[in-house]
């Protein structure tokens, strides 16, 4: 199937997501199989069809503006990799 | 064996005075203490906070006070969030992170009086259906330690049918709750979409995930049902619709109610033995006075492929908050990119590194429309086939599985055959409706337990329920246990 040529290299770094050679290579054979049994999809023609992209009855809920109680600054970052004076510490971003 | 009670005994023997909370959480602690080491049910527990609950509880029942659950140990799913306890979701990517809020419905378990303790073991993610893709081991099935629990909440079916806690919680989003209740036999409740709040449950697949209770029968699912229901503010997915009382629906009286049977869920696949355990079902229900009706889900045979991309797609855009910034463990790298790709490369395991890999793709520029849009309409069929349905029956009844647990490491080299085993439970999530596992029996050698489904109406828990405690109670399966 075409389907197969997913360029798992490509995907993964849209998907910020490392991977080894051995991993891509495995991927690309086992996504290729699962494309391939989702292209059965296709024999269903949805032209006329709505699409559903939940299944809650709920519509546009909102809250009132307000400002509530929220997590302390410090649990906040109780479970940060790396932290400094009450901000999370990041890689340079801008030079 | 206090360990071995059901919530209604536990409760009205704690009621009584007749036993402690602290007799009760020790019972079962010492129950972990004797099986664990060979079942793996747990990640990780607290002995000493869990009986400092149960000592807290005596003091209120002491005291006099009442509440549903006061001073009954239940063990949580390692994907929900109990504040001050771990959370790692069965992944490496979380580090040692520890909650710093509850999830709501530990919240309502908490005020409704009851021990939480334990992380229960699970797929990483939510992501499998044998709980062999957790970073901390696999779980063993108590009726055959060569067989899988199922999953993804495989510790929470373990857990429970071992009697290492009075019941569990777990999340559902193709099968998660129902697949392993059925292959470890107990039972496991998938309450309708928006019945049950998902706040502080770890979104893997945000329009399909559902909390719900594992127990050892069917009064006790009604009475966490009736705990964890109700609409929430901070979900704006959950319902305003009022919550019953589901143990006053467990009449025993099912005569009139019509129950379907799809043609489509007959399939190939399907084990002649738990074939046979359905058809006997069937029949049980028909002697109780149920009406049985073929009907048809003609795009049954679709949900599987449907559900592999809009699970993905959803997974792929849930899991990017895992980038190494704000919790978690973090593998360096020059630049923000490099980290995220490097912490992420490091820290999620091959299911979910497929999954975000699939699910990425099919959100792509050039595949969207091709891939998620039309499996969103497909969804719109499958749904519709079921809300079709339900005009003409009061609930469908199919198996759960198409077999018995199967080995470990069976199928774990095949994500697709891996995938196919979920193909009875996944258009209940699709379809945004309820379902629920009960045992329906066990196959000859080695005996595993099988279970049957029951899939309701939307907001259709009290029939559901109804209809699962009267199969239940004139059939001896949920009385057995396994020998561990």
Known sequence: ?95 | MLNQFTISELTARLASREVSARDATQACLDQVARVDGRLHAFISHNPADALAQAEAADREIAAGVTKPLLGVPIAIKDVLAVKNQPLNCASKILGDFISPYDATVIEKLKAAGAIVFGRLNMDEFAMGSSTENSAFGLTRNPWDMTCIPGGSSGGSAAAVAADECIASLGSDTGGSIRQPAALCGCVGLKPTYGRVSRYGLVAFASSLDQIGPFTKDVRDSATLLGVLSGLDPRDSTSVPQPVPDYTKSLTGDIRGLKLGLPKEYMIGGLAPEVKAAVDAAVKKFQELGAEIVEISLPHTDYAVATYYIIATAEASANLARFDGIRYGARVDGADPIELYSRTRGAGFGPEVKRRIILGTYVLSSGYHDAYYLHAQKVRTLIRNDFLKAFEHVDAIVTPTTPTAAFKAGEKSDDPLQMYLSDIFTISCNLAGICGVSVPCGFTQNPRLPLGLQLLGKPFGEESLLRLAHAYEQSTPWHKEKPAI
């Open chain 1, 1 to 95: 199937m075409a389907s197969a040529e997913i360029d798992v290299k490509y995907v993964a770094h849209l998907a910020r997501l490392a991977l080894t050679p051995e991993e891509e290579k495995k991927l690309s054979a086992q996504l290729g199989n699962i494309l391939g049994y989702i292209e059965k999809l296709r024999e269903l023609d949805v032209s006329s069809v709505e699409p559903t992209a939940h299944a809650t009855p709920m519509v546009n809920v909102t809250r009132a503006d307000e400002i509530r109680p929220s997590l302390p600054h410090e649990e906040a970052l109780r479970n940060a990799p790396k932290q400094a004076g009450g901000l999370f510490v990041v890689p340079k971003i801008v030079e």
